[in-house]
T-cell receptor
Framework: DAGVIQSPRHEVTEMGQEVTLRCKPISGHNSLFWYRQTMMRGLELLIYFNNNVPIDDSGMPEDRFSAKMPNASFSTLKIQPSEPRDSAVYFC??????????FGSGTRLTVV | TQLLEQSPQFLSIQEGENLTVYCNSSSVFSSLQWYRQEPGEGPVLLVTVVTGGEVKKLKRLTFQFGDARKDSSLHITAAQPGDTGLYLCAGVTGTASKLTFGTGTRLQVTL
């Protein structure tokens, strides 16, 4: 089991550019979550999907953020246009029933 | 908004000491999880507690869920340098087991 795979691990981009973060959940997991972690705000839930359907996107900061899950094995989180305050570590996590989440290693985004 | 406050925020102790981390909320959760996160990695699940008053042990770690399912504690006996990391509690709500994370406790154990 390769775990939850996120790419890229690090992303540095200029303000105003589009950023796309990618996530491959564990095979067989039917729920997928996107979190953002900063020193000031800790881990915040942005959006989650159940069976590829977005269930709750109330944590998405603003319209510049969008997420998709076109199939059970892939999800993207897009920021367009990016701003310096979007700099954070973005985590993807998946689970199947039960309670335990499996997190990816995260994407460290820096917007300059 | 459900808030989970952890205390202390930072803790630096020597190997062999005992410590307790607290996780408090005004909200009731269906269950509560504890995670440990190391630098450059995502959080890793340590335990899930479900029943009010439940106590679970994981080697030198003891987890307790409050009777009212609003709070929890993590006790580490004889801490070791390998216990160093960020400890996060997370309350579970909803049918999708949505997690709300606590503010975190950063533990450093030195020789």
């Amino acid at each position: 089991d390769a775990g939850v795979i996120q790419s890229p691990r690090h992303e540095v981009t200029e303000m105003g550019q589009e950023v796309t973060l990618r996530c491959k959940p564990i095979s067989g997991h039917n729920s997928l979550f996107w979190y953002r972690q900063t020193m000031m705000r800790g881990l915040e839930l942005l959006i989650y999907f159940n069976n590829n359907v977005p269930i709750d996107d109330s944590g998405m900061p603003e319209d510049r953020f969008s997420a998709k899950m076109p199939n059970a094995s892939f999800s993207t989180l897009k920021i367009q246009p990016s701003e310096p305050r979007d700099s954070a570590v973005y985590f993807c996590a998946s689970k199947r029933g039960g309670y335990g989440y499996t997190f990816g290693s995260g994407t460290r985004l820096t917007v300059v | 908004t459900q808030l989970l406050e952890q205390s202390p925020q930072f803790l630096s102790i020597q190997e062999g000491e005992n410590l307790t981390v607290y996780c408090n909320s005004s909200s009731v959760f269906s269950s509560l999880q504890w995670y440990r996160q190391e630098p450059g990695e995502g959080p890793v699940l340590l335990v899930t507690v479900v029943t009010g008053g439940e106590v679970k042990k994981l080697k030198r770690l003891t987890f307790q869920f409050g009777d009212a399912r609003k709070d929890s504690s993590l006790h580490i006996t004889a801490a070791q340098p390998g216990d160093t990391g960020l400890y996060l509690c997370a309350g579970v709500t909803g049918t999708a087991s949505k997690l709300t994370f606590g503010t975190g406790t950063r533990l450093q154990v030195t020789l």
